[in-house]
């Protein structure tokens, strides 16, 4: 690159284009009368009306930017007009036409993205309350032309909720569960606690019979074993 182009980008990039220079500029590169997508978009009433204010400086300082953008584009696009109205083209001078086409192509690109981030912004961060997906959905759609949103945005947004009630009306509602009547003669846990003070279990059930004397014979014997050792 040559030197002293590149010594004007660096003191451009470091400390600014004076005000009265970008003035200047917008006024030697008009935007063209059969190209007014180069101007960026303007923000729908509806929705200007709808965010908060940070959300509108924040807009305005990107729609600002956006139509620098745009400035740069009409430049470009007038430097290439010229070169593609010469007869004859040497290989030179294609070469330039593919570099300014290139340029071209990318701010394009820069001026289509701040149009995608300013929508982002104010579906995003800006308004005041959440809108519903239908709502957003019709937003997101709407095609960019001199509006950031679309014209007749109005009538899209009315369309939206429309349908957007459709289809709450069109939601199946789940029946609720059939509770089954309780059975007055099942036993609940009172009458069964109720029931098992009364109903202790048979020594021989519950296990106390373990060390029981099993026959009348080892009783008898057992008591005359007594009476003997009392004679001593």
Request: hydrophobic content about 35%; overall charge positive.
């Amino acid at each position: 690159m040559n030197y002293w182009l590149l010594s004007i980008w660096m003191e451009l990039i470091k400390n600014g284009l004076p005000e009265d220079a970008l003035l200047e500029l917008g006024k030697k590169y008009p935007f063209p009368e059969n190209c007014s997508s180069l101007q960026a978009p303007k923000l729908n009433p509806e929705l200007k009306a709808a965010i908060n204010d940070s959300g509108k400086k924040r807009d305005d300082r990107l729609w600002n930017i956006q139509n620098l953008v745009g400035t740069a584009l009409a430049a470009v696009g007038k430097a290439e007009t010229i070169l593609l109205k010469k007869q004859d083209k040497d290989d030179e001078t294609l070469a330039v036409i593919g570099c300014l086409s290139d340029a071209g192509r990318l701010l394009a690109k820069v001026h289509h993205s701040e149009s995608e981030a300013r929508r982002s912004i104010i579906l995003g961060f800006s308004l005041q309350s959440n809108l519903q997906p239908l709502l957003k959905e019709a937003l997101l759609a709407a095609p960019l032309d001199c509006w950031l949103f679309g014209k007749d945005l109005s009538e899209r947004l009315k369309a939206a909720k429309v349908l957007e009630k459709l289809v709450a009306d069109l939601k199946v509602v789940k029946p609720r569960p059939v509770l089954q009547a309780k059975n007055l003669n099942s036993q609940g846990p009172f009458r069964q606690q109720k029931r098992s003070r009364y109903h202790q279990p048979h020594p021989r059930q519950s296990g106390q019979n373990k060390y029981r004397p099993q026959t009348q014979k080892e009783e008898r014997g057992k008591k005359a074993f007594r009476r003997r050792s009392s004679k001593y």
